[in-house]
Protein backbone atom coordinates (compact mmCIF):
# COMPACT_ATOMS: atom_id res chain seq x y z
CA UNK A 1 0.00 0.00 0.00
CA UNK A 2 1.48 3.50 -0.99
CA UNK A 3 0.71 6.45 1.56
CA UNK A 4 1.27 10.16 0.13
CA UNK A 5 2.37 13.09 2.84
CA UNK A 6 1.94 16.30 1.40
CA UNK A 7 3.50 19.37 3.56
CA UNK A 8 4.36 22.86 3.19
CA UNK A 9 1.33 24.25 2.23
CA UNK A 10 -0.04 27.98 4.16
CA UNK A 11 -0.72 31.84 3.37
CA UNK A 12 1.81 33.78 1.32
CA UNK A 13 0.91 37.49 0.32
CA UNK A 14 1.06 38.32 -3.49
CA UNK A 15 4.48 37.64 -5.21
CA UNK A 16 5.91 35.32 -2.32
CA UNK A 17 6.82 31.56 -2.97
CA UNK A 18 6.34 28.49 -1.24
CA UNK A 19 7.84 24.90 -1.78
CA UNK A 20 5.68 21.51 -1.42
CA UNK A 21 6.75 18.50 -0.55
CA UNK A 22 5.05 14.43 -1.03
CA UNK A 23 6.55 12.15 0.74
CA UNK A 24 5.91 8.94 -0.47
CA UNK A 25 5.94 5.47 1.17
CA UNK A 26 5.46 1.80 0.53
CA UNK A 27 5.92 -0.26 -2.54
CA UNK A 28 6.79 2.18 -5.49
CA UNK A 29 7.96 0.77 -8.85
CA UNK A 30 10.45 1.89 -10.59
CA UNK A 31 8.36 3.57 -13.49
CA UNK A 32 6.27 6.37 -12.09
CA UNK A 33 4.50 9.12 -12.96
CA UNK A 34 4.18 11.77 -9.66
CA UNK A 35 2.22 14.89 -10.50
CA UNK A 36 0.47 17.78 -8.83
CA UNK A 37 -2.87 19.29 -9.29
CA UNK A 38 -5.15 21.43 -7.57
CA UNK A 39 -8.70 22.86 -6.72
CA UNK A 40 -9.60 26.56 -6.04
CA UNK A 41 -13.10 27.54 -5.00
CA UNK A 42 -15.39 26.63 -6.76
CA UNK A 43 -13.16 25.21 -9.73
CA UNK A 44 -12.36 21.45 -10.96
CA UNK A 45 -9.38 19.81 -10.00
CA UNK A 46 -6.85 20.66 -12.54
CA UNK A 47 -2.93 19.45 -13.50
CA UNK A 48 -0.25 21.62 -12.59
CA UNK A 49 2.98 19.58 -12.95
CA UNK A 50 3.71 16.25 -13.25
CA UNK A 51 7.36 14.66 -13.18
CA UNK A 52 8.62 10.94 -14.67
CA UNK A 53 10.72 8.51 -13.00
CA UNK A 54 13.34 9.16 -15.95
CA UNK A 55 12.66 13.13 -15.07
CA UNK A 56 10.87 14.23 -17.68
CA UNK A 57 8.27 17.66 -16.58
CA UNK A 58 5.55 18.54 -17.51
CA UNK A 59 3.52 22.10 -16.63
CA UNK A 60 0.30 23.43 -17.17
CA UNK A 61 0.60 26.62 -19.07
CA UNK A 62 -0.72 28.94 -16.40
CA UNK A 63 2.56 28.10 -14.06
CA UNK A 64 5.16 27.90 -16.81
CA UNK A 65 8.04 29.25 -15.59
CA UNK A 66 6.90 30.23 -12.10
CA UNK A 67 6.73 26.85 -10.80
CA UNK A 68 9.09 23.74 -10.69
CA UNK A 69 9.04 20.16 -10.02
CA UNK A 70 11.51 18.12 -8.89
CA UNK A 71 12.43 14.79 -7.40
CA UNK A 72 14.72 13.02 -4.66
CA UNK A 73 14.70 9.40 -5.67
CA UNK A 74 16.51 8.49 -2.21
CA UNK A 75 14.25 9.97 -0.15
CA UNK A 76 10.50 8.42 -2.45
CA UNK A 77 9.87 12.47 -2.84
CA UNK A 78 8.47 15.19 -4.79
CA UNK A 79 9.10 18.57 -4.92
CA UNK A 80 6.78 21.90 -6.15
CA UNK A 81 8.37 25.08 -5.83
CA UNK A 82 6.20 28.08 -6.96
CA UNK A 83 7.28 31.50 -7.28
CA UNK A 84 5.58 34.21 -8.05
CA UNK A 85 2.36 33.42 -6.64
CA UNK A 86 -1.25 35.18 -7.70
CA UNK A 87 -4.60 34.86 -5.93
CA UNK A 88 -5.42 32.72 -8.51
CA UNK A 89 -2.94 29.87 -7.65
CA UNK A 90 -5.08 29.63 -4.25
CA UNK A 91 -6.16 26.02 -3.95
CA UNK A 92 -5.55 22.57 -1.95
CA UNK A 93 -3.04 21.35 -3.73
CA UNK A 94 -2.76 17.25 -4.30
CA UNK A 95 -0.43 15.01 -4.79
CA UNK A 96 -0.89 11.88 -6.82
CA UNK A 97 1.28 8.82 -7.63
CA UNK A 98 0.82 6.53 -10.90
CA UNK A 99 2.49 3.56 -11.65
CA UNK A 100 1.20 0.88 -13.53
CA UNK A 101 -2.06 -0.66 -12.33
CA UNK A 102 -2.71 2.23 -9.30
CA UNK A 103 -3.16 5.34 -8.79
CA UNK A 104 -2.75 6.96 -5.12
CA UNK A 105 -3.54 10.36 -4.18
CA UNK A 106 -2.37 12.27 -0.94
CA UNK A 107 -4.74 14.22 1.45
CA UNK A 108 -3.94 17.77 0.09
CA UNK A 109 -2.21 20.77 1.62
CA UNK A 110 -3.95 24.17 1.39
CA UNK A 111 -2.38 27.34 -0.18
CA UNK A 112 -3.73 30.91 0.06
CA UNK A 113 -2.76 33.95 -1.89
CA UNK A 114 -3.53 36.95 -0.03
CA UNK A 115 -2.70 40.21 0.95
Known amino acids: QVQLVESGGGLVQPGGSLRLSCAASGSISRVYVMGWYRQGPGKQRELVATITSGGRTNYVDSVKGRFTISRDNGKNTVYLQMDSLSPEDTAVYYC?????????WGQGTQVTVSS
Open 96 to 104: KLDMIGSSN
